[in-house]
């Protein structure tokens, strides 16, 4: 069935960096969008990047253009976040999220990881 | 950036009970609005596409309209499986914008 995985979260320093990955099966990986999605403790969901299914094009929340990087290796079917400078304000859980719509971004999140948990602090 | 507003913040209801939620864009987005649930410890789930759509495998007890800048989403009668938090979000208009979610509790 269709499923994402997400790992490589955990507790980091201020500034510090960390690298999020997602491990896509059970669909066409290489022709959807992706995107990446947090929710911080007890808070409601914000949008980070999505990435193109070619990779051609990013986008990305104000709050963390020039920090983060959304990449992709179709080859292995794993979608990435490299984030670096973090805050503690990007402490969350880290959803990556499927477009519904092969070929298109439509910004929406049709299948989900079970997350993984991004906390900064010293 | 349009701005999404959910109301209420939070309800209390009993199984069996009609439950509507609100969600209100801070400009038109036509019916570019999507309803997620989330349970404790879990992803979202999408629920209903385009304002009214129900995804596949969604009860017939949930329903949504609205278009322009007014939407709700209604379950006929709650069941205790619906007891979640319910978010709707807008892709009319990148970045995609959430409403700040409606936890449904049993009362």
Known sequence: QVQLVESGGGVVQPGRSLRLSCAASGFSFSNYGMHWVRQAPGKGLEWVALISYDGDNKYYVDSVKGRFTISRDNSKNTLFLQMTSLRAEDTAFYYCAKEPIAGDEVWAFDIWGQGTMVMVSS | ?107
């Open chain 2, 1 to 107: 950036d349009i701005q999404m507003t959910q109301s209420p913040s939070s309800l209390s209801a009993s199984v069996g009970d009609r439950v509507t939620i609100t969600c209100r864009a801070s400009q038109s987005i036509n019916s570019y609005l999507i309803w997620y649930q989330q349970k404790p410890g879990k992803a979202p789930k999408l629920l209903i596409s385009a304002a009214s759509s129900l995804q596949s495998g969604v009860p017939s007890r949930f329903s949504a309209y609205g278009s322009g800048t007014d939407f709700t989403l209604t379950i006929s009668s709650l069941q205790p499986e619906d007891f979640a938090t319910y978010y709707c979000q807008q892709n009319y208009s990148p970045p995609p914008s959430f409403g700040g979610g409606t936890k449904v509790e049993i009362k």
